[in-house]
Structure formats: C-alpha cells, structure tokens
C-alpha cells in the first residue's frame, strides 16, 4: 500500500519513458493529489484501498488506473471518452495501456516519518530500578555549639566614644570566638577589673603573672571603653 504522494511519484516513474506528455496546456503531465482525488469522484480511479488512521492507501491498481488515463489524455482522448473506455476495465486491460515497468507494481515503498504509527509510552510499564536507592548518611558527632556561619559580631564603638554610644561602622567586624575541642581542659586566668581569659591547658607558675603583664593593655582599653565590671581593680 502507498500513500497518495507515493502513489503520484509512481505514476512519474511509470512515465518516465515513452510519455510524449500532456497534448495542450490545460492538461497536466502528472496527476496531482486534487486530481485523484477528482478521479476517483468521477469513477475513472477507485476509491482508497485502505485508510492509516486519516491517510488514504492506495494498490497496484490505482498506479495502473492512473497512468493509463495519462496515456489516453496523451493520445488524445477526452476524459468522457476514457471513462467510456476504462470503466469497469480489469487489471490486464489496464497494464496493457499502462505499459507500467512490473518492479513498480511490486515494490512497496518505505513508510515515511510522518505514516510510521507513533509509540504508545504511556502504556509501557515503567522500567526496574537499576541500583538501590543510596543509604542516608548518618548523623554528625555532637560538639560544642558553634557561632552561626551567617552570624558576624558588632563592631567596637570607638575609642573616644563615651559609653553607651552607638558603634562606629567603620570598625572592622571581631572575629567570632571558636570554642576548644571537647575533651580539651580550659583554664580562667583573672586579668583584674574583673576580666578573666579563658585557655586551653593550665598555667603554672609564674605563667599568671606573665599573661597577667601581657594583657595589660588589652586590660586599658577595656576600661577606656567602659566594658569591665569594676574598672577601678584592674591591674597597673
């Protein structure tokens, strides 16, 4: 079975030899898909052999009805006088006008993209899983709580900014404080004023006094900026 574009291209390769053509200009050498279509009203060519969801099909016959009416416009021959002819004439009547080459009676012709039946997916079943769905990952060690990643501390107010004063935006921002390992021993050493430092490990000895000295100016200016409980025990 062809298609009605199958079936023209038939008809061009059945007269593609010894086809003197169309006898005036209101003829037309090849048969279009309104002619066929005007044929087979008229009952020079049979209706469609089959219908493809809407397309048309159409057999051997349809090739020979076709090319033997070309041959007999060719001649001469009004459509009137083919239909007289031609109606009702059986296939060895028709081959003999046709004069069509067997290969081209025989051939089927590749369906095309737009007749090739389209898959029905949504009625496939669903395919198997190749592998196993991965394993959720277990849960971290708890630890000391962390500052928020996001979270970033006030800036210092100024060192001549009197206590209570809104902080300067242009002081860079401290860091935030990272807590020791757990397990990790934290010693408090007192720096006066009621600062205390907190370590890791444990001083001994004359260590006190030494971080004692050391954080002496860190012990002025936070007094200077009022932010110890009792400024007036701090160390000098």
Do not use: C
């Amino acid at each position: 079975m062809w298609t009605m574009d199958e079936l023209v291209e038939r008809v061009r390769l059945a007269l593609a030899a010894q086809y003197p053509g169309a006898p005036n200009g209101r003829i037309r050498d090849l048969p279009d898909r309104r002619a066929i279509r005007w044929y087979a009203t008229t009952g020079l060519v049979d209706r469609p052999a089959a219908m493809r969801g809407r397309t048309a099909l159409y057999g051997p016959r349809h090739l020979l009805q076709l090319v033997a009416v070309k041959r007999r416009q060719a001649a001469g021959l009004s459509l009137a006088q083919i239909q007289a002819e031609l109606a009702g004439a059986g296939d060895a009547q028709l081959a003999e006008i046709a004069r069509i080459p067997a290969d081209l009676l025989t051939t089927a012709a590749a369906p095309t993209a737009a007749d090739t039946p389209r898959a029905r997916f949504w009625a496939d079943a669903p395919a198997p899983p190749t592998s196993a769905p991965p394993a959720p990952a277990p849960p971290a060690p708890a630890s000391a709580p962390r500052a928020p990643a996001s979270a970033s501390p006030a800036p210092a107010p100024s060192a001549s900014a009197p206590p209570g004063a809104a902080p300067s935006m242009s002081a860079p921002p401290m860091p935030a404080p990272v807590p020791a390992a757990p397990g990790t021993p934290v010693a408090a050493v007192a720096l006066g004023g009621g600062a205390v430092l907190l370590m890791p490990g444990t001083p001994h000895g004359t260590d006190y006094a030494d971080i004692t000295a050391a954080a002496q100016p860190l012990i002025d200016l936070l007094a200077a900026r009022g932010l110890l409980a009792n400024p007036d025990g701090r160390h000098r």
